[in-house]
């Protein structure tokens, strides 16, 4: 079990069939179980460097999905990730597995598990690491036992706790640890959570699952972490959501910015409930009271608890999965940004899907959503720097940033602005419709009173390929209503219809008393993560220029609003690159 035999691989089923309900509002992207007979073994013989990211996590080659169990032990971070060693589409999935001393600059590893029993033959999906009170990790995670894709929860430990990076892993034979009865449908039965233990002294985990069309987070609890029962209800559960994949459940604080560990449960806290939808493919998320005593969640009445509810990123993130940094005391998310172009675009280039920028995440002061950010290790790769002020903007004015890279850069910039008398009515018409909707409509190049003002990423030098990150200011009957948008459906002038090029966007839930609203945008050759207002609200798109690449990027800040705006400090900066040596590791699969 400490190394990973190419023809194990080779022997897994290709039949593994998984729920494949594919609708239009679906985040424009492939399941991650979404099976490709094919080509799940089609090696890559030469991949394209276009658009490959500089400073994102990602390996050299081949797909990757879910962000699996990463945790920080003994001064060094860990970092799981669902990989497929032998093709760039979903398939031949195995913990890949990385250690970093700074959560920016990773070491690659051999695959931490990998399907090698009869409890996981047939896959090795999502999991968790918990550290058990001797300080001695262990990780739950998701197994496939037939073709049938019946799915069981088992747990791997190191096999020597003395080796700092934690190399190899071992599945002990009382696995599996939770099968599924009667009452659950063991084909969504998957992701354990970190686990957390309770004042009665009891650990428990969250597993999701669905029944009907009711989404839940159901609960197990083990007083040894060996032996565990099912509560006989969820810990919490919504009608109309589908399958919960990913949850995730983390106490935070209700004042300051610190993080906690999963098992804390004193005053002055909220529970944050996360989970995955399957049918959507984005990541919602709910504050909320634990009930400790009826083991319940309850979310807050500010909280809406579905398809509208509050989303961790409003574009392109998912299986999102986050962890307690004791060294920093923070919370720490990391997710998954899957490719918005083609499969067989994926094929050709020889690569899929990169993980997004860790963040750090505390409870706003509001008690009503999180706030994030990129995590401050991220800022060491900040080289040649440029900075605007006091500039002012009127209808139709774009001033390009130079100086930097703009394909490869960090920008923050803050807006002001004299009066909110200009801002547009919000249309009551748009009140059932989503944010993204709200943008197509009211993109970019259609002029407005406060707003549209923002970036033009990724352009090439005559705006013929842009992708804008904006705000756009409505007036609403007894408040202001501020859209951020990140619009891709002119990122690229490829004419190829089955591209998804969405216009994403959220509210962004703002005091304007002071008539200032901020952006930060992290540019690296095809994303774009965007975070306005410090953090409320965040999105990040997948974009494939076809001009604007390398050198010929360009970055530009506009406004489309009749209201004059003025930039009152920009910093951009161009990006490094972290040290990965991806010499081992994934080379020798």
Request: glycine residues 6%; contains cysteine; positive net charge.
């Amino acid at each position: 079990m400490d190394c990973l035999k190419k023809s194990s691989l080779f022997s897994l089923p290709i039949f593994l069939l998984y729920f494949s309900i594919i609708l239009s509002f679906n985040n424009g992207v492939n399941a991650s179980h979404k099976v490709f007979p094919g080509l799940q073994s089609t090696s890559t013989v030469d991949v394209k460097n276009v658009h490959r990211t500089g400073y994102h996590f990602q390996p050299p080659k081949n797909w990757i999905n879910d962000p699996n169990a990463p945790m920080y032990y003994n001064g060094v971070y860990h970092l799981f990730y669902q990989y497929n060693p032998y093709g760039s589409v979903w398939g031949n999935i195995v913990w890949a597995h990385s250690v970093s001393t700074d959560l920016i600059n990773w070491i690659p590893l051999e695959p931490g598990i990998y399907p090698s029993e009869v409890f996981d033959k047939y896959g090795t999906w999502s999991g968790s690491a918990t550290i058990l009170p001797n300080n001695k990790p262990i990780i739950l995670y998701t197994g496939i036992v037939d073709a049938k894709n019946t799915q069981v929860q088992n747990y791997a430990i190191p096999a020597d706790i003395s080796d700092p990076f934690l190399r190899k892993w071992i599945k002990p034979d009382n696995n599996p640890l939770i099968v599924a009865d009667v009452s659950i449908n063991k084909t969504q039965f998957r992701d354990p959570t970190t686990c957390w233990l309770g004042q009665d002294g009891y650990w428990r985990t969250l597993i999701g699952s669905v029944w009907g069309k009711q989404g839940l987070a159901i609960l197990y609890k083990s007083k040894n972490f060996m032996k565990w029962t099912k509560i006989q209800h969820p810990l919490h559960s919504v009608d109309g959501t589908g399958n919960w994949e990913c949850p995730d459940f983390f106490p935070v604080l209700l004042h300051g910015t610190n993080g906690l560990d999963a098992s804390y449960n004193k005053k002055n806290i909220k529970h944050v409930l996360k989970v995955s939808l399957d049918v959507t493919r984005f990541e919602y998320y709910t504050v909320g009271i634990y009930d400790t005593k009826k083991d319940r969640y309850i979310p807050d009445k500010t909280s809406i608890d579905g398809w509208k509810g509050l989303r961790l990123d409003y574009g392109n993130y998912y299986a999102s999965k986050s962890f307690y940094d004791p060294s920093k005391n923070r919370r720490i998310m990391w997710g998954w940004a899957n490719e918005s172009d083609t499969v067989n675009d994926d094929i050709k280039k020889g690569w899929a899907g990169i993980q997004t920028i860790p963040r750090k995440l505390w409870l706003d002061p509001s008690g009503k959503q999180l706030v994030q950010w990129p995590v401050e290790e991220l800022e060491t790769f900040r080289e040649q720097k440029v900075q605007l002020s006091n500039r002012k903007l009127n209808k139709g004015d774009k001033i390009e940033v130079k100086g930097i890279t703009p394909a490869q850069a960090d920008v923050e910039v803050t807006f002001s602005f004299s009066s909110l008398d200009k801002a547009e009515p919000f249309d009551p018409s748009w009140a059932n419709l989503y944010a993204q909707d709200v943008c197509a409509i009211k993109g970019s190049t259609v002029q407005g009173g406060l707003g549209p003002f923002g970036l033009l990423t990724l352009a090439s030098q005559n705006l013929e390929e842009y992708t804008p990150v904006f705000f756009r200011v409505f007036k609403t009957q007894d408040k202001y209503k501020v859209l951020m948008c990140s619009d891709a459906s002119r990122s690229t002038l490829k004419n190829d219809k089955t591209m998804y090029k969405p216009s994403f966007a959220g509210y962004v839930d703002v005091d304007l008393t002071n008539k200032t609203l901020s952006l930060r945008s992290l540019i690296d050759h095809s994303v774009v993560e965007s975070f306005g207002a410090g953090g409320k609200t965040c999105i990040t798109s997948r974009v494939y220029p076809t001009l604007a690449i390398y050198d010929n990027a360009h970055l530009f800040v506009f406004n489309n609003g009749t209201e004059t705006i003025k930039i009152k400090s920009l910093n951009a900066w161009t990006m490094g690159k972290p040290k990965m040596n991806w010499s081992f590791g994934h080379s020798s699969y």
